[in-house]
Nanobody, 123 residues
């Protein structure tokens, strides 16, 4: 099993920045692709950003391209999401997820999930 713990969420004004972290523990060698997803109240969970094991492949939702950056430090078993120029519509619970597949946008293919961290952007 792999345990994922997110941190770094909070309340920020529009235009501000936050950096989310996701620390993995347990059988971390079984994870390959990692991703950040988010879910706003009344909305479906959506992919925000994904990254391959090496970090050489990243992909982003169109709504966050140019503002968010995903990265990972495999030596620290940690994945990050740097969020800049935040907008009120970025308000959601952000989840870290790990997959045994190389990388994928599809949430059902992620095997491990964190408990989520709340990000609230005020206007």
């Amino acid at each position: 099993q792999v345990q994922l713990v997110e941190s770094g969420g909070g309340l920020v004004q529009a235009g501000g920045s936050l950096r989310l972290s996701c620390a993995a523990s347990g059988r971390t060698f079984s994870t390959n692709g990692m991703g950040w997803f988010r879910q706003a109240p009344g909305k479906a969970r959506e992919m925000v950003a994904i990254i391959s094991w090496s970090g050489g492949i990243t992909d982003y939702a169109d709504s966050v391209k140019g503002r968010f950056t995903i990265s990972r430090d495999n030596a620290k078993n940690t994945v990050y999401l740097q969020m800049n120029s935040l907008k009120p519509e970025d308000t959601a619970v952000y989840y870290c997820a790990g997959s045994t597949t190389p990388w994928t946008r599809k949430a059902p293919l992620y095997d491990y999930w964190g408990q989520g961290t709340q990000v609230t952007v005020s206007s």
